[in-house]
């Protein structure tokens, strides 16, 4: 079992639609929580960090679950520009915490005009 | 530019040749990450460098790969012997908190 799952997509979305991408991940231990994007043949570029309490940047909401060990994204009024790969991104395991990051494989989005 | 840079962008060498590759971080960061990422696949962590001592090696990092991180500035990588499962984007990122990523260099290997 990976230790960060994700639904690959592609999620197909018109401009405008609200779109809710879910990850979960294996080791309880974990203590940070990203969410990261990367555009075709490019480098990741940190889109947020998540929070038990949730936070929210524009249009982007991302949402920590401990208990059920599930991170969320959504992004509302979708817009072209959001056509991206959306990577589930955990670190922080264990007392070394050498900050060392896992990824998810990442969830496809196109937004369609 | 003052975020990470690597060098080279692309790399095309050819089964049992020996690669270095550079990565230069942002200068204040202390930390300093080696990724590797493959087709359809999420970064794959490879080391982690605290100012020059290199701290943790994934498994993933066999005995013809090296790290260094002479001075605690910038690193290099070295895959010896080639071989074709290497092919793949190795990816640099550095952090004093959050991370950032450089542009990667994409090796093909023939």
């Known amino acids: 079992r990976k230790e960060v799952e994700q639904d690959p997509g592609p999620f197909n979305v018109p401009e405008g639609a609200t779109v809710a991408f879910n990850c979960t991940y294996s080791?309880?231990?974990?203590?940070?929580f990203f969410w990261y994007r990367q555009d075709c043949r490019k480098e990741p570029k940190l889109l947020m960090s998540v929070y038990s309490s949730g936070n929210e940047d524009g249009r982007f909401t991302a949402q920590l679950n401990r208990a059920s060990q599930y991170i969320s994204l959504l992004i509302r009024d979708s817009k072209l520009s959001d056509s991206a790969t959306y990577l589930c991104v955990v670190g922080g395991h264990g007392s070394s915490n050498t900050g060392k990051l896992i990824f998810g494989q990442g969830t496809t989005l196109q937004v369609k005009p | 530019d003052t975020g990470v840079s690597q060098d080279p962008r692309h790399k095309i060498t050819k089964r049992g040749q020996n690669v270095t590759f550079r990565c230069d971080p942002i200068s204040e960061h202390n930390r300093l990450y080696w990724y590797r990422q493959t087709l359809g696949q999420g970064p794959e962590f490879l080391t982690y460098?605290?100012?020059?001592?290199?701290?943790?090696k994934s498994r993933l990092l066999s005995d013809r790969f090296s790290a260094e991180r002479p001075k605690g500035s910038f690193s290099t990588l070295e895959i010896q012997r080639t071989e074709q499962g290497d092919s793949a984007m190795y990816l640099c990122?550095?952090?004093?908190?959050?991370?950032?990523f450089g542009p990667g260099t994409r090796l093909t290997v023939t």
């Open positions: 990122a550095s952090s004093l908190y959050e991370q950032y």
């Open positions: 460098f605290q100012n020059e001592a290199q701290l943790e």
């Open positions: 080791n309880s231990a974990s203590q940070s």
